[in-house]
């Protein structure tokens, strides 16, 4: 039975990722539209003109958005599907609290990483045309393509782990304030990431307040947890059930 509940909860963040992946590909949709219009009269310019404090505020609106979504979300299909009876106070209290949350300890931390990768990543075509002798028009073209490439590639793994991580920090939470005792590690595999670490802990029951041992001085209340390094978030495709 908790395969079964595990394979549900998969197509659900599926579905849950999909729409969260156009949300992230509008972002980067007006990412691309920022250079293009502060770059209309490129033939005065002798540098490309690339705004990273509005990439930055942009993707900053859309985290927040997304997540606030995946709560909404995930509260109430999570509480459907497990029978969780809450009231509308607990249901607004938690979401004030990871929202909170989120904005004062998360947030800006997502939104420089980010940042960091999307200027490493332009810089590096900005370098690669500069050493091929390109202009500015080309030069511009070669930087559009690629903020093109980033509304595909970045986009769906920004909505992938954001999605993950919205529902087992939810659902935990969730969890919680519905009195549940018990939370079991439930690795699916996947065809993005394999860790087998992570394999090692499928099946394994715990106690809710109990942390999962990783390996490697790595432990953590759940998948995708805020607190765990990058190297044990992206594409996982972990998750909990509880009883």
Known sequence: MSRE?????????????????????????LFYNKIQADNSNFANFSNIKIDYDEFARLIKEYLVKVFTYNVNSVISTYSKLFKWSLTKSKVAGIKDRMLNEYNKKYAAKKVTQ???????????????????GLGIKDTLKNILDKVEDMRLSRA????????SSAINNTSLRTAKEAKMKKKTWVWIGGRYTFRENHRRLNGLTIGIDEYFDLGKGIKTLSPHHPSLPASEVCNCSCLILFK
């Not at 980010?114 to 091929?132: F, I, P, R, Y």
């Not at 769906?156 to 999605?163: F, L, N, P």
């Open 5 to 29: 509940i595990a394979l549900k909860l998969k197509r659900y963040e599926k579905r849950l990722s999909n729409r969260n992946y156009k949300e992230f590909d509008k972002c980067f949709e």
């Open 114 to 132: 980010m940042t960091e990768t999307t200027k490493n990543v332009l810089n590096g075509v900005l370098t690669d045309s500069q050493a091929k």
């Open 156 to 163: 769906k793994t920004i909505a992938r782990t954001e999605t």
